[in-house]
């Protein structure tokens, strides 16, 4: 499967595995766009510009809440990735894309949309539900009859599902992730001190300090705008700020986690209990996160050691797997069901 990509686009970042050297490429999932349709920049380059560009450059993340919101830049971008930084050849390939769950059927064929309707045309284009990715690329075997509980939190999102014999049994997509997180911090940093900071010094606090309990006892200087005077000023932020500022986000979270949790039907639940939940997704590396996931639910939460990427690795084992190919399919056959 040399000429093969399995590919997770997801709000904040993109992630392709290339079946011609099984190398995984991770880049921010940002556009730059000058004159208003011209691109300026992409990936990581172009997150260095978020919150900083002039008007001129306006800065954006082209999936929204996990489906496409700019699709023409999202299929340029992509193309400029594969094609120039990857060095890969488009026409005749095989793609599997990874879509999340609780879309519609329209909002998922977007995705296959983005490389059949493309002028150098794919040999195929299948889709991959996100959960089932995820649980492979973890190294669980979804097609056994045993219950396998996947808690995927994202930046925009957060996909809560239950999977069995290569299906799923339940699904639950929350508008809730690591941006929002993000923006409680802003808001209660604001409320609370008269500082306003920017979204990127607000998802800094929360990777470096931030806590999912409390107690860490760690302090991270910031610099940003006084609300009072104007001018900008330097503050230490001790990690129990930032975890007062987004308790509620994480209580909210963990009362949808156990609602999933009670209809769940008895069979799968033992099997949960016995094997615990499996977090997934960028925000699942929040410090002490697994322990407070553990003390609601009284389960036993593991995580993947690159929570990132095992969606990914997954689409790879799609990709390569006979066993696994299955769980990529064509859109076509789907949509006018």
Do not use: W
Not at 297 to 316: A, H, M, Y
């Amino acid at each position: 499967m040399a000429n093969s990509f399995g590919i997770d686009i997801g709000t904040q970042n993109l992630k392709i595995f290339s079946g011609s050297n099984n190398q995984i490429t991770n880049l921010k999932n940002t556009i730059a766009i000058v004159n208003k349709n011209q691109m300026y920049a992409y990936g990581d380059s172009a997150y260095s510009m978020f919150e900083k560009a002039p008007e001129t450059i306006n800065v954006s993340f082209p999936i929204v809440s996990g489906v496409i919101a700019d699709f023409d830049n999202m299929q340029t971008m992509i193309f400029e990735v594969l094609e120039k930084d990857l060095k890969g050849r488009l026409k005749g390939s095989d793609i599997v894309v990874a879509v999340p769950t609780d879309i519609t059927e329209v909002e998922k064929k977007a995705f296959a949309d983005l490389f059949s309707k493309s002028k150098n045309k794919p040999h195929s284009v299948r889709v991959c539900e996100k959960p089932i990715a995820s649980a492979i690329g973890m190294g669980l075997d979804v097609s056994e009859p045993t219950g396998v509980m996947v808690v995927d939190l994202g930046a925009d999102t957060t996909e809560i599902s239950v999977i069995s014999l290569g299906g799923l049994v339940l699904s639950e997509l929350l508008p809730f992730g690591g941006n929002q997180i993000d923006e409680s911090i802003v808001t209660y940093i604001k409320r609370n001190f008269n500082l306003l900071i920017g979204k990127k010094t607000a998802k800094q606090l929360k990777e470096e300090i931030g806590s999912a309990k409390e107690g860490r006892g760690q302090t991270l200087t910031v610099v940003g705008r006084d609300v009072v005077s104007g001018l900008p000023i330097e503050m230490d932020v001790e990690s129990d700020t930032v975890y007062n500022a987004i308790k509620s986000d994480l209580e909210g979270l963990c009362t949808n986690v156990k609602l999933i949790l009670e209809k769940v039907p008895p069979e799968l639940a033992k099997d949960i209990v016995h094997a615990g939940i499996y977090l997934t997704g960028g925000t699942s590396q929040l410090y002490q996160i697994t322990d407070l996931f553990s003390e609601v639910t009284n389960i036993k939460v593991n995580v993947f050691d690159e929570p990132q990427e095992s969606c990914v690795r997954g689409l790879g084992q799609v990709l390569s797997d006979t066993k696994y190919k299955i769980y990529g399919y064509s859109m076509k056959t789907r949509i006018f069901k």
